[in-house]
Nanobody, 119 residues
Framework: QVQLVESGGGLVQAGGSLRLSCAAS????????MGWYRQAPGKQRELVAF???????NYANSVKGRFTASRDNAKNTVYLQMNSLKPEDTAVYYC?????????????WGQGTLVTVSS
């Protein structure tokens, strides 16, 4: 079964840092494009960072200069380094990936990991 498994969320004080990981498992060849999203209580899910198959990563204006998304293709894992965290960054963070599998491409969501930033 192909899935994305997230880890790294938790409670941190404002100004602190966290690193989220998202590992793809199962019978996959590679991760094509992927993105990090977040959903705060009472709000819609929003895109935080988008890593295309090739080219530059795009970030939401609210996280530019503070968050960095990266990928390790050998491990089929993507990361989200979050620095200078603010209380408004509190949300459930999800990764989403377009995976290359035997049958073609498959879009998969992670289960989400909660990030809580205290003031």
């Amino acid at each position: 079964q192909v899935q994305l498994v997230e880890s790294g969320g938790g409670l941190v004080q404002a100004g602190g840092s966290l690193r989220l990981s998202c590992a793809a498992s199962g019978s996959i060849f590679s991760i094509n494009a992927m993105g990090w999203y977040r959903q705060a209580p009472g709000k819609q899910r929003e895109l935080v960072a988008f890593i295309p198959t090739g080219g530059r990563t795009n970030y939401a204006n609210s996280v530019k200069g503070r968050f960095t998304a990266s990928r390790d293709n050998a491990k089929n894992t993507v990361y989200l380094q979050m620095n200078s965290l603010k209380p408004e960054d509190t949300a459930v963070y999800y990764c989403h990936a377009d995976l290359q599998v035997v049958a073609g491409t498959l879009e998969v969501w992670g289960q989400g990991t909660l990030v809580t930033v205290s003031s």
